[in-house]
């Protein structure tokens, strides 16, 4: 069944160009063009849309409350937003209801790119348990504001360090914890760093929106622990993880492109735990139980609980945030090498190598059995060797884990 995108404009030059620029896609997809917010609500009344891509400011509805309503009534379409620079304010009023933004004016073939992500992500959709999962957790959360004022930033190529800074001091909670992860031994400072564009200007723009992702995502799901779930814990280990699987990228590329993304990914790949928990809470303690009395993987409690695991579940979140595909592909995949395609040194092996090395540093924390080390895979990806490095590269550089107080 072909895949249906809806375009909202209130410039019918803008959508004429769209349609000359998505005929190429004719056979893979419907489309579907409105003047108004209005007309697109019409359209998603009588017809299945997949994905909807909306300017921002429109007369009468924008494209913050268009976007909002479809969020509420149809919360499987994917939402997303062609912004201009002018756009900042509906853009940050609109960061809670859109998975993606694209910025105006944007080449044919990224628009073409994301479309047809976006249609591989309601792809996955066909498995029913995955599906059934996404259901049940109802409204999924939208990428955080504030990554989004700084990723919109650092798109600007007269972006300065000091930009980037002043972001992350107008929110005292995320400079705080920004700070915190600098002064952690980890980072190697080995002096206070007490000023977040000291921060940034020392780890540069990269990790700290990574950080900043990270940061944002934890503080959005408001969640607090329990006595079987610790959201400290499960964010200590995600910023190591992310620490470990950059040194080990770090080791293998001089690939700038690929450490960054393998950071993010690190800081992103258990984020399916916390979705699970705080909109499942009573069924995640299950899988969380089970693990333990049966002493098995945590992601085979999860498939037996739930019919897919923390692993599918983020993998599709990061994908409608419209995060790169290496990143998405790490988290869907650390834990199931063996279905990731065209065996090679990634961010998704860096990943799946760091997650088993901090439980091979921290095996007391594992809840159920540790992930254990996919040698077969490595072994076709030509790095099974490298593994005792990696071990002792982690082992050597770890002098204690980050801080986090919530």
Known sequence: MKKTALFVDDEPNILAGLRRMLRSLRNEMDFFFAESGFEALEIL????????????????????????????????TIRIVLSGQADEVPVLRAAGVVHQFLAKPTDPEKIKEVLKRACALQDLMKNKQLKAVVSRIGKLPSIPA???????????????????????IKDMAMSAKVLQLVNSAFFGMYTNITSPLHAVTLLGLETIKAMVLGIGFFSTLHTTSSRTFSVDKLWNHCVLTAAFAK????AE?????????????GMM????????FSSLHEPYNQAIAMARKQYSHLNQ????VFNSDHANIGGYLVGLWGLPGSVIEAVAFHHQLDDYPNPSFCPAVAVHAADVIYYELFPERSVGKPPRLNYGYLEQAGVRRRYSAWLELCSEEYPGEPRHDR
């Open 45 to 76: 009344a009588a017809q299945h849309i997949d994905v909807i891509v909306s300017d921002m400011q429109m007369p009468g509805m924008d494209g913050a409350t268009l976007l909002a309503t479809v969020q509420e009534k149809y919360p499987m």
């Open 269 to 276: 790949h258990d984020i399916g735990k916390l979705l699970l």
């Open 146 to 168: 504030i990554y989004v004022e700084l990723k919109n930033k650092l798109m600007n190529p007269d972006c300065s360090v000091s930009d980037v800074a002043s972001i992350i």
């Open 247 to 250: 040194k080990i990228a770090q």
């Open 253 to 265: 590329t001089n690939n700038t492109q690929m450490i960054n993304n393998t950071f993010i990914a």
């Open 301 to 304: 409690a999860e498939q037996q």
